[in-house]
Nanobody, 124 residues
């Protein structure tokens, strides 16, 4: 059964850090482009970062460039999103998504498989 599972969310103070994990069963993540998205009640699901199949290319939303870093760990079939310098605008449910395309996209319409999300709350 194909499944993506996000973890690592939680409550963090402004300026803090979190590392989100996206693990998979039923598919090998290195064979897929992976995207991280976030959603709040007030905003549509937006692309935060993505990494291409094989990991040669990365993309970031302007709002997170320099603060977030996406990476792969093939041995554990995991993709990480390291988040630093968090602020209240980073609050939301974070989802990982996978698609067999070679290159990644920050568009939610380009991904075939989705996890159920993990909540990130940045608050003092």
């Amino acid at each position: 059964q194909l499944q993506l599972v996000e973890s690592g969310g939680g409550l963090v103070q402004p300026g803090g850090s979190l590392r989100l994990s996206c693990t998979a069963s039923g598919l090998t993540l290195d064979n897929y482009a992976i995207g991280w998205f976030r959603q709040t009640p007030r905003k549509e699901r937006e692309g935060v970062s993505c990494i291409s199949k094989g990991g040669n290319h990365e993309k970031y939303a302007d709002s997170v460039t320099g603060r977030f870093r996406i990476s792969r760990e093939n041995a554990s079939n995991t993709v990480y999103l390291q988040m630093t310098g968090l602020n209240a605008e980073d609050t939301g449910v974070y989802y990982c998504a996978a698609d067999p395309a070679d290159y990644c996209s920050k568009s939610k319409y380009e991904y075939r498989f989705w996890g159920r999300g993990t909540q990130v709350t940045v608050s003092s």
